[in-house]
């Protein structure tokens, strides 16, 4: 075995607004996916695409072996509606819903899982949040 060993954890999370508020219009999405990025290299979270649409975020991580994703995941959520919050840039307050969906992702998957995020809004002009988890749990759920 070579000297060189590599870890490679690929993660495709997926938040949603609570109560599915279609609260993340385009100018607050960019300036919001642009923040969860500076926050998230400053804290060494590597994020290799993030976008959404008004009701939900998809984002894929690489994860360092020593992290954690429920934290990971947790700090992004929690730092994301403190900042929309604290910068008042909705009428309403925000928040996330309390779960989050989670799909590890292949390392030959990841560059097609980059181009479906970047791709949300295009994605989510012919189909709903609930029918793309549907999808997913189709796609990713044993047996």
């Known amino acids: ?39 998230a290299e400053e804290r060494g979270i590597k994020i290799l695409a993030v976008n959404g649409v008004e009701d939900h975020m998809h984002c894929i991580l690489q994860l360092h072996p020593a992290q954690n994703l429920l934290q990971v995941a947790k700090s992004i959520k929690t730092e994301s509606s403190q ?17 989050y969906a989670a799909y590890s992702v292949s390392p030959s998957a990841v560059n097609q899982v980059i181009d479906y995020i970047n791709k949300q809004e295009d994605h989510h002009k012919t189909k709903t949040l609930e029918k793309e988890l549907e999808v997913f749990e189709k796609l990713n759920l044993p047996g």
């Open 83 to 99: 900042w929309l919050n604290e910068n008042k840039l909705l009428s309403t307050a925000f928040e996330w819903e309390e779960e």
């Open 1 to 39: 075995m070579s000297d060189r060993r590599k870890i490679y954890l690929f993660v495709h999370v997926i938040w949603i607004v609570h109560q599915q508020q279609k609260l993340l219009v385009k100018p607050v999405r960019t300036i919001l996916f642009a923040d969860i990025r500076k926050r």
